[in-house]
């Protein structure tokens, strides 16, 4: 049948330009398409890259609870893979998704290991999103630091972390966040 990786490829890209479109149920053929070929082939890392995809369509739908089971399904094959990016990319968008839905206690952690992995990785792109995610999580407990509002404040999350990270003009703790 030809490069049946090739085609995968094709069939998830095209998945994505439908879910662009916000044609969510073309996407999510497309995606499973995509996902039957890269598991015939034995794609574990393709799969989990669809699984994600396909966790996006089901979050825009607003189906958190499938949008998560799927974001956790693509974490474990990510991280079975060997790619720890994948993985913080999916402890994040897991702990979005329970954040979204209300579960304060569950999502923290996630993030606070995906950054840790971020921080290994030198990924600074998944870093703030995971520092994103604990001040999303921080606002919905009412417990943000007043001064992360104050003008000219320097933001920190301290709840979760001891440390502050360097602002654009250079300012703040020594031994700022290590990203």
């Known amino acids: 049948m030809g490069d049946q990786g090739g085609i995968a490829a094709s069939l998830n890209n095209l998945a994505l330009l439908l879910s662009d479109q916000s044609d969510f149920a073309g ?3 497309m995606y499973d398409r995509a996902l039957t070929s890269f598991r015939e ?3 574990e890392r393709g799969a989990a890259n669809t699984m994600n995809n396909l966790a996006n369509v089901f979050y825009s739908e607003g ?3 499938t949008a998560a ?3 956790e399904e693509s974490r474990v094959k990510f991280n079975q893979a060997g790619d720890k990016s994948g993985t913080a990319q999916e402890l994040i968008n897991v702990g979005l ?3 979204d839905q209300g579960d ?4 923290p952690w996630r993030f606070e ?3 840790a992995i971020c921080r290994t990785l030198g990924t600074r792109s998944y870093a703030a999103y995971a520092l994103a995610g604990l001040g999303e999580v921080a606002l919905y407990e009412g417990s943000l630091d007043e001064d992360v509002m104050a003008p000219g404040g320097h933001p920190r999350l301290t709840r979760y972390h001891k440390t502050r990270y360097r602002s654009r003009d250079g300012a703040g703790l020594p031994g700022g966040l290590a990203l």
């Open 27 to 29: 996407a999510r053929k």
């Open 41 to 43: 082939i034995g794609d």
């Open 63 to 65: 189906q958190l609870a």
């Open 69 to 71: 089971r799927m974001y």
């Open 97 to 99: 998704v329970l954040a």
């Open 104 to 107: 304060l206690s569950g999502a």
């Open 113 to 115: 290991h995906a950054l």
